[in-house]
């Protein structure tokens, strides 16, 4: 059972549209993580939110805490959006850790020229 | 860039072989995980390490081992390498604000 959902799972998009990636998670958070990862690259931090709305560039990220959803979108989208974006929540009581991650399986966008 | 780089980069070995993994970081967190990577199944914690001698198992431990001797460096062992070990393998941080980890550039094993 996964506890952290995206959809889709693959986006094809035309450069310009505006694009919502979605996350859905059934455990207490109290923040949620969206990264990046470029095609055979490393993984990249995009925003840590734990309430409303985050900005940073053509990228926003939106959290629902009460409904337990979040949403990335991307406006003017650009081929150079092309990645996987993967969101991620921390497993509060795990091992005692605070900062251990369940993560999505992340959702692999592509923009089209 | 929060300072995290691992080694190698990329390995080919022989099932049955010992297979070190490498995670140097230069800022002094406390927090350091070892997460391997597979199409279908997302990112998976290995191990994660708390501080010098503090490690914990994550969800996927089975065939690994690691250590930390020093604050900046992270080792992730297989100690007899089969197939399904092969992956790519992330290494990360928790940064300065709670949950926000960093990660290094990630080293691909293929174990033939």
């Known amino acids: 059972k996964n506890e952290v959902e995206q959809s889709p799972q693959n986006l094809t998009a035309q450069e310009g549209e505006f694009i919502t990636i979605n996350c859905s998670y059934s455990v207490g958070i109290s923040a949620l993580h969206w990264l990046q990862q470029h095609p055979g690259g490393g993984i990249v931090s995009l925003f840590m939110?734990?309430?409303g709305k985050k900005k940073h560039g053509r990228l926003i990220a939106t959290i629902n805490i009460q409904e337990k959803h979040s949403s990335l979108h991307i406006t003017a989208s650009h081929p150079r959006d092309s990645a996987v974006y993967i969101c991620?929540?921390?497993?509060?009581?795990?091992?005692?850790?605070?900062?251990?991650?369940?993560f999505g399986k992340g959702t692999k966008l592509s923009v089209k020229p | 860039d929060a300072g995290i780089t691992q080694s190698p980069r990329h390995k080919v070995t022989e099932t049955g072989t010992p297979v070190t993994l490498r995670c140097h970081q230069t800022e002094n967190h406390r927090y350091m995980y070892w997460y391997r990577q597979d199409p279908g199944h997302g990112l998976r914690l290995i191990h994660y390490s708390y501080g010098v001698k503090d490690t914990d198992k994550g969800e996927v431990s089975d065939g690994y081992s690691v250590s930390r001797s020093k604050t900046e460096d992270f080792l992730l062992t297989l100690e007899s390498a089969t197939s399904s070990q092969t992956s790519v393998y992330f290494c990360?941080?928790?940064?300065?604000?709670?949950?926000?980890?960093?990660f290094g550039p990630g080293t691909r094993l293929t174990v033939t």
């Open positions: 939110l734990s309430s």
């Open positions: 991620a929540v921390p497993l509060m009581n795990y091992g005692g850790s605070q900062g251990n991650l369940i």
């Open positions: 990360a941080i928790l940064g300065d604000t709670s949950y926000e980890q960093y």
